[in-house]
């Protein structure tokens, strides 16, 4: 089957109003993110470090410190949702679980 440049086009602009459409409500700056994302990071890496949580040059984190740091954030986002009265629809994180 072919299609023209036309048609084309318009099923272009018919999927892309769809998925943005469909995209999660909220949308968020990507200067915001990436602001966020560093200071989560950062305070990650200082507590593994002020806990004693790393190997012995200070550069890598142990994994159930990264587990641990990972559920930890997930939950704190479920939290911070709930708190703003938002859904949050990301699965749960079990740490030992695979």
């Known amino acids: 089957m072919k299609i023209t440049k036309k048609q084309l086009r318009r099923i272009i602009r ?3 109003a769809r998925i943005l459409k469909e995209a999660p409500a909220g949308q968020y700056d990507r200067r ?3 602001m966020f994302k560093e200071a989560i990071l950062e305070t990650v890496y200082d507590v593994a470090v002020e806990q004693g949580m790393t190997d012995p040059d200070g ?4 994994g159930e410190a990264v587990q ?5 954030l997930a ?3 479920r939290e911070f949702y ?3 009265g938002m859904q949050y629809d990301m699965p749960k994180v079990k740490i030992g679980q695979p």
């Not at 641990?68 to 930890?72: D, E, K, V």
């Open 59 to 62: 550069m890598n984190i142990d």
């Open 68 to 72: 641990a740091a990972s559920a930890a």
């Open 75 to 77: 939950d704190a986002a």
């Open 14 to 16: 018919e999927e892309k």
């Open 82 to 84: 709930k708190e703003q």
């Open 32 to 34: 915001i993110y990436e």
